[in-house]
């Protein structure tokens, strides 16, 4: 994604939590301190961007469907970026990589906190689909 792309994936990144917040999507966010993390990517050939914003008291996808694997979200809930960046290795393909952001944010009052990671998709059929739905 070069300097121009990543611009627009920022500034429409923001404006769809903008409208999921102002429809209140995500009011499970409000309660009270707790840590959220985020899932975004750039569907490259569509120009659609995907996400996820979840904590302990809610979930919400920007899209209809859910674009990351629950193996991925237990990696960045758990923020094993050592594992994370392992798996991106080896599985890096040299074409159609989903490019993946990942965002942690621990609000706590006396120090609030927000870390990053980037990495490429962590599929796997065999463990990401489940077998009756193959």
């Not at 599985?91 to 006396?110: G, K, L, P």
Request: with cysteine; charged share 25%; aromatic share 12%.
């Amino acid at each position: 994604m070069n300097k121009e792309q990543g611009n627009l994936f920022s500034n429409r990144s923001h404006e769809i939590r903008m409208r999921l917040y102002e429809t209140g999507k995500l009011d499970f966010l409000k309660r009270g301190t707790d840590t959220i993390w985020m899932l975004e990517s750039l569907l490259t050939e569509s120009g659609i961007i995907v996400g996820r914003i979840w904590n302990s008291h809610g979930v919400t996808d920007y899209n209809t469907y859910e674009a990351f694997s629950p193996y991925i979200c237990r990696l960045v809930e758990s923020w094993d970026t050592a594992a994370i960046r392992m798996e991106a290795e080896t599985q890096a393909r040299a074409f159609h990589s989903m490019h993946i952001y990942a965002t942690r944010v621990i609000s706590a009052a006396d120090n609030p906190r927000i870390d990053t990671i980037s990495f490429t998709e962590l599929f796997q059929w065999k463990r990401d689909i489940p077998a009756n739905d193959r």
